[in-house]
């Protein structure tokens, strides 16, 4: 049996090949397919596997390019990847699972063992705990017809650890829950700036930011980069709203940049934050525990960048 060198299965599933040079192609039950330098197996941290095994999941099921772990991304990719809550866990499992329902009622069925992932969990038995929490919101039904083992659900309709794969449905409360929660998210192009309108940090915006979002493929906004005759801040919120994640960079502490920033997270959107390396011990208390790409030149920040876009947005295969 071969060995996942992300997830650490070792499974009769698990398949391995060799591109080029030192790289490989994996294809594995849990992870899904992406492409590794051998160079790079032996430096993962065991802390990072659970989280980068999701990214590679979420990647193939989005049907995005191929992820691909490298000497170049492993460390954007360490310190880029989200920690996500418990609950963001579960709002990322359910829509998963809507991802995988043809049509409401329609069940669909899951395997622990390989599953793992779909919730960013690190064990099964979390990823078991996000899938009892949301049959027990009422967002999820199983059903213990379509249970294997038939013992592997209760009365209550709670599964136990021992399942080997289940089915489940989407409810109608679970349906609206998704609704609110604007799962046509994904969908959209646009990457909201967020920065200092200084002149001398113009060219910031319209060279490596700029450079960076259009090749991950998508279209960045900044608020006046375009007329309008709206009222400024009802703009900035509708733009917001609108877009697929933001950038945020904080040099020069503008109050508006964080205004602007603590907005999309309390809609759940993404948020990649970047301060110049000089204004780094500046950042504000309330948000420096967040990661930030504290770049030191314009290169430097555009390759960051756009792998850091890569790694918790997902390169889109077209252009907006």
């Known amino acids: 049996m071969e060995l996942c060198p992300i997830c650490l299965l070792s499974d009769d599933q698990v398949d391995r090949r060799r591109v080029e040079g030192f790289i490989d192609k994996y294809d594995c039950p849990r992870c899904q397919s992406f492409t590794i330098s ?3 197996f ?57 991802r995988k329902t043809e049509y409401p009622g329609k069940k669909v069925r899951i395997v622990p063992e390989y599953d793992i992932p779909l919730a960013w969990a690190s064990t099964k038995e979390e990823f078991i705990y996000y899938i009892n929490s949301l049959i027990e919101r009422g967002f999820l039904r199983g059903n213990e017809k379509n249970v294997y083992p038939l013992e592997g659900i209760t009365e209550s309709g709670r599964l136990l650890f ?5 089915y489940v449905e989407i409810t109608a409360d679970g349906w609206d829950y998704l609704e609110q929660h604007e799962r046509h ?30 090749k991950a493929g998508y279209k960045p906004h900044r608020v006046d980069a375009e007329p309008h ?43 990649i934050w970047c301060v110049r390396k000089d204004h780094l011990k500046k950042v504000h208390f309330d948000t420096r525990q967040f990661n930030h790409i504290d770049w030191k030149s314009e290169s430097d920040l555009e390759t960051r960048l756009f792998d850091s876009i890569c790694a918790n947005i997902g390169k889109r295969k077209e252009s907006p």
């Open 185 to 214: 998210i994904e969908e959209r192009t646009q990457a909201f700036v967020a920065m200092s309108f200084s002149t001398n940090l113009k060219h910031i915006y319209e060279g490596p930011i700029s450079n960076a979002i259009i």
């Open 38 to 40: 051998g160079r790079v």
């Open 162 to 166: 021992g399942s080997m794969a289940f």
């Open 42 to 98: 032996n430096s993962l941290d065991n802390k990072l596997r659970p989280k980068l095994s999701a990214w590679i999941r979420s990647q193939n099921e989005q049907q995005k390019e191929i992820p691909e772990i490298n000497l170049y991304n492993i460390n954007n990719l360490q310190t880029g990847l989200p920690d996500y809550n418990p609950r963001e866990k579960q709002i990322i499992l359910l829509q998963n699972i809507e």
């Open 229 to 271: 005759i709206d009222r400024i801040d009802a703009k900035i919120i509708a733009e917001i709203k609108n877009s697929r994640f933001i950038v945020a960079d904080v040099t020069q502490h503008k109050r508006g940049v964080y205004f602007e920033a603590g907005y999309a997270l309390g809609l759940g959107l993404p948020v």
